[in-house]
């Protein structure tokens, strides 16, 4: 079978069959965390589309982050090489003049130049806003995309995700969409999964292989889910005790002070299960229209997160910490991937796997050469994709997550490396470092740095070569807290 396998996947690889390139959806969550999901262990959630995806492809249960937090990883996607390298090691502020720059080959350019048709539909978050003054703002069609709809054009994160997309009393929608189509109460996941159904359908009529990047903005907090979802699992289980005392999202509605409206709770809460069944559904619908079109033999569909789920909505159990910090809590995701044709089904992968490895994976399944002028930090896990046990040679991953100041979510100025599965994580400010063993300690309860000195020493030594490599920059440890 697995002869069979291989052959499928170098037929559909190989350079005289243009026709048989894959099509390529890619659909990123906003800080879902490692243990949400139903086929990750979570049992209060209902995702039964993505429960069945990974089901029909492959789970990977040591994927991981670029960064703890959003735009690192958005850049380390777009170009294979790690934030470091690229320059942008934390989420970009709504004045920020230091996005994403044009002098890269990005991963929808290079798929464009191989025939692919490319869409983007979602959060960029890879530049600053004009609207809060910043200098220089680069959109999707800046960076490869044909089409884009449903991004943002200021700051994002306050949870008005209902048409008009107006938060409070500010004078614009924060979103770039123009018109309604979900009447009245139309909510903003499943307006970006009916985008994503269309643009597949559209593309499909071309006869050309193409590539979509559907970036959901949910769960991200304010956690703010659609009323009836919400509804549906406040009864299936009481929420948890709200992890903040003020909402004025339930304020606004009327419900008094405090979080009535349990936009905060720290578990069960009903607004994250809500989002990520809204997600859920769209994955559903992007499936069932594959098949109907016929194209779901030759179609990657690829599911992820873009850091670990924030610790003041939800626990990332049994793995420590959250978004902004460098425990496995904050950089480890879900990760599925599904292609008939070649990834294996019912299967589980530990290949530690960074998402800088996605672009040129995907490149090496798309037939498309990777150019000298892109320096790639990933490398093609493609060959573990068709069998989980074959182990593409890497030394270690690596982090660097500078602050000047300490996260408001926790995090601190900090880097990380995992070598096989020692990972030793190096602060900043004070020069301490903590050592785990994953193997046998994957919540990271037992610091062993001071019963392992010669690792320690080991890994810092790698690190800090790592981090000259790749031209990594401190933060001004002038104005740390």
């Not at 850049?75 to 934030?83: F, R």
């Not at 770039?176 to 359908?201: H, M």
């Not at 182990?391 to 300490?406: G, K, Q």
């Amino acid at each position: 079978m697995k002869q069979v396998l291989s052959f499928l996947c170098f037929s559909i690889i190989s350079v005289f069959a243009d026709e048989k390139k894959p099509n390529i959806i890619f659909i990123l969550a906003d800080d879902l965390g490692w243990a949400e999901l139903g086929c990750y262990g979570n049992d209060f959630h209902e995702t039964p589309n993505l429960d069945r995806l990974a089901n029909e492809g492959t789970r990977f249960i040591n994927a991981y982050a670029a960064a703890p937090v959003c735009s690192p990883y958005r850049a380390a996607l777009l170009t294979g090489q790690v934030p470091a390298r690229v320059g942008i090691t934390d989420y970009l502020r709504p004045d920020a003049s230091d996005g994403l720059t044009l002098d890269h080959l990005t991963l929808p350019e290079m798929l464009a130049g191989g025939g692919y048709t490319t869409g983007m539909i979602g959060k960029w978050h890879l530049t600053g806003y004009r609207h809060h003054g910043a200098k220089i703002e680069t959109r999707p069609k800046d960076h490869g995309f044909s089409w884009n709809i449903g991004s943002e054009v200021k700051s994002v994160g306050n949870g008005a995700n209902t048409w008009p997309y107006v938060f409070r009393t500010q004078p614009i929608p924060w979103i770039d969409l123009k018109t309604n189509r979900l009447g009245k109460e139309e909510y903003l996941t499943d307006r970006l999964n009916l985008e994503a159904v269309d643009f597949i359908e559209r593309s499909a009529k071309k006869k050309e292989p193409f590539f979509l990047y559907l970036s959901h903005y949910a769960p991200h907090t304010i956690l703010n889910g659609r009323k009836d979802l919400v509804e549906k699992y406040r009864k299936k289980h009481p929420p948890g005790k709200s992890g903040r005392e003020d909402s004025y999202i339930s304020e606004d509605a009327g419900l008094g002070k405090g979080d009535p409206g349990n936009h905060w709770a720290i578990d069960h809460n009903p607004h994250l299960a809500a989002m990520l069944e809204s997600i859920d559904d769209g994955v559903g619908k992007i499936a069932a229209k594959l098949e109907e079109l016929g194209i779901a033999e030759n179609t990657i569909l690829i599911f992820t997160s873009d850091n670990g789920g924030e610790s003041n909505v939800t626990s990332n159990a049994p793995l420590r910490g959250g978004k902004s910090e460098l425990y496995e809590g904050g950089i480890r995701v879900p990760l599925i991937v599904r292609w008939p044709r070649c990834v294996q089904k019912k299967a589980t992968s530990t290949l530690p796997t960074m998402n800088t490895d996605f672009y040129p994976t995907l490149l090496e399944a798309a037939g498309v050469k990777k150019s000298p002028k892109q320096k790639i930090d990933g490398i093609s896990i493609l060959a573990n994709w068709k069998d989980v046990k074959s182990a593409p040679s890497r030394e270690f991953l690596a982090w660097h997550y500078p602050l000047d100041r300490h996260h408001f979510l926790g995090g601190v100025s900090a880097g990380a490396i995992r070598a096989g599965d020692w990972k030793l994580i190096e602060h900043f400010d004070t020069g301490k470092s903590q050592l785990y063993s994953l193997a046998d300690d994957p919540s990271e309860k037992q610091n062993l740095a001071s019963e392992n000195p010669s690792k320690v020493a080991e890994l810092k030594a790698k690190l800090s070569s790592w981090r000259n490599k790749v031209g990594a920059k401190m933060a001004d440890t002038a104005t740390k807290n």
